[in-house]
């Protein structure tokens, strides 16, 4: 159980394009979902936090317009990396909780993201 | 703000030998969670403490929580090969969960 999808898993593109990351939940309704940034040998950096029909919660220094979170759904949430430039190559992580802030995380598989 | 940092930052054992990971907060947590992430790999739930003090095993896995409810600690026995990855300790504090710094473990067949 608590099965999380995350897609896509890789992703190259040009600068200034825009990419959509989805995570879903199979097999549980994620009342909060969480994305997560990750650099190279380092640990994971809260993003963001999304509550299904409720605008995103964003962390300190996060560009709200940069990096668009939908949450319109009990098992979907997804980010767009807008306008998406090399400093934005990373690997991106979701997360989903079933319950309250309280609850264990499961996570995606990840998407790494390579802007050229 | 609130910090949670975990010592060491890396490992490299021996198969066979111990390994302990240490994970302090700068305030008191409400529970703490632990997960392992492979290489290359996303961030795997192990196990998640509450109580003040609690200890849990999970086979030659041992987690325990403080009792001032600021730090935790994960003991593995008698390392093998698959036990490689980065440890993460992630606390919940006030709605506000923040991952610790990781502890990458090496381990020598």
């Known amino acids: 159980g608590a099965v999380v999808s995350q897609h896509p898993s890789w992703v190259i593109c040009k600068s200034g394009t825009s990419v959509k990351i989805e995570c879903r939940s199979l097999?549980?309704?994620?009342?909060?979902m969480f994305w997560y940034r990750q650099f190279p040998k380092q640990s994971l950096m809260l993003m963001a936090t999304?509550?299904?029909?409720?605008?995103?919660?964003?962390e300190q220094g996060v560009e709200k317009d940069k990096f668009l979170i939908n949450h319109a759904s009990l098992t979907l949430s997804t980010l767009t990396v807008t306008s998406a430039h090399p400093e934005d190559s990373s690997f991106y992580i979701c997360?989903?909780?079933?319950?309250?802030?309280?609850?264990?995380?499961?996570f995606g598989d990840g998407t790494r993201l390579s802007i050229l | 703000g609130q910090q949670v940092m975990q010592i060491p930052q890396y490992q490299h054992v021996q198969e066979g030998e111990d390994f302990t990971t240490y994970c302090n907060s700068s305030?008191?947590?409400?529970?703490i969670q632990w997960y392992k992430q492979r290489p290359g790999g996303h961030p795997v739930f192990l196990i998640q403490?509450?109580?003040?003090?609690e200890v849990k095993k999970q086979k030659r896995l041992t987690f325990q929580f403080g009792e001032a409810k600021k730090n935790s600690s994960l003991h593995i026995t008698a390392t093998q090969t698959t036990d490689v990855g980065t440890y993460f300790c992630?606390?919940?504090?006030?709605?506000?969960?923040?991952f610790g710094t990781g502890t990458l473990l090496a381990v020598q067949p």
């Open positions: 997360s989903a909780t079933g319950g309250s802030s309280n609850q264990p995380q499961h």
């Open positions: 999304s509550n299904e029909g409720s605008k995103a919660t964003y």
């Open positions: 403490l509450v109580k003040s003090g």
């Open positions: 992630e606390g919940g504090a006030t709605n506000k969960l923040i």
């Open positions: 097999d549980f309704q994620a009342t909060t």
């Open positions: 305030t008191t947590l409400s529970n």
